[in-house]
């Protein structure tokens, strides 16, 4: 048990946390509105957990203007999804080995 | 965490990858009648052909230009019977008809098929009209497959049996009427019947 609990990732364990991962991984970026929406959380609830996740390095964030507008592009790092997929693939082990 | 809330977390990060990447609300039925607005297409088409002294197309004739605006009305009237009902699914999806997701569709349908129809013009201006109909099967199926990373999974078979008919269209041109009336017609019945039972019906 200890060893398959290994691969569990403590940065994802979140609701929220795994949703902007399993969204990131698909698309090539997502827009701060898009997360929203697709989660359901709040501004703050969503940037603070993009910002958990840029610290770890699992995500990048771009910011720029459209036209007067603020726009914050968050993308996937090659590390953010290794890590992504290998805590999936221990989730999966994990429902198995029951 | 148990296994259960294991297991919830597997299902939400599916459920999230497919609706953040996926249009889901393309709607069967809209296939259903884009086929058989086709098929009467096609059945107009060949009485117009028939009921001719000359018994088959020419080009710059009267009843060409009828079949052009015969196959003219069944595309308009495609196209807006499946915007219409795909909109209405959306709505109902609570899912947004412009967005990342169906941008992207578009672009990847809209390319493949533009350059396709932009070609078949010029294949016809050359007056080589035998191909004409292995064309169009072609470049429908290829931004079919092209753009179905993007949507429901059935659009891929639709493309790649479009293909199918589209080269074996080129191999016999003289059944091209034939080719066109299974592609555009039948084909899209059957899908369009394969999607409304898969994905709306409950």
Known sequence: ?????????????????????????????????????????????????????????????????????????????????????????????LIKGK | MSSEDYLKDISEIKNLMSKSSRFISLSGLSGVLAGTYAILGAVYAYWLVNKSERGYLILDGQIF???????????VLSISTAVYLTTLKAKKNGEKIWDATTKRLLTSFLIPLVAGGIYTLIILKQQRYGQTGALMLLFYGLALVNASKYTL?????????????GLLCAVYPGYGFWFWVIGFGVMHIVYGILMYFKYEKQ
């Open chain 1, 1 to 93: 048990m200890k060893n398959l609990l290994n691969n569990i990732n403590k940065a994802f364990d979140h609701r929220i946390r795994l949703g902007i991962m399993s969204i990131l991984v698909v698309n090539e970026y997502a827009d701060f509105n898009t997360l929203k929406e697709l989660l359901g959380a709040t501004d703050g609830n969503l940037a603070s957990h993009s910002k958990a996740l840029e610290k770890v390095g699992f995500i990048r964030v771009e910011k720029q203007f459209i036209g007067r507008k603020p726009n914050t592009k968050y993308y996937a790092t090659a590390l953010g999804k290794e890590e992504f997929k290998k805590h999936v693939e221990a989730l999966e082990r």
């Open chain 2, 153 to 165: 999974g059935y659009v891929k078979y639709l493309g790649i049996t479009e293909i199918i008919l």
């Open chain 2, 65 to 75: 230009r009828l079949v052009l605006l015969d196959m003219l009305i069944v595309l």
